[in-house]
């Protein structure tokens, strides 16, 4: 099994039309290899258990991040 994580972070400024913006980006990626399998039976199977299990992570992940932008202090401000 191989796994990398990465999280990368980004925050900047912008004007549009006389008004400023504070644009924050996090974008997270992970790449996770499992095997190997004797048989395709095998590696198809799992391949339908991860991917409805990464789906509902994927969720989780989404609401965390959610969460953190309307609690950070722009959030607060804009909000």
Known sequence: MSDKATVSTS???FNDGG???VRTEIESRLVSIH???S????AK???A???????GAGEELKGQL???AMASPA?????
């Open 66 to 68: 959610q969460g953190t």
């Open 11 to 13: 925050v900047d400024t």
């Open 49 to 55: 258990e991860q991917a409805a299990y990464v789906k």
């Open 19 to 21: 008004s400023y913006y």
């Open 75 to 79: 959030g607060k401000a804009s909000g």
């Open 39 to 42: 048989d395709l039976d095998t």
């Open 45 to 47: 199977r799992l391949q």
């Open 35 to 37: 095997g190997p399998f």
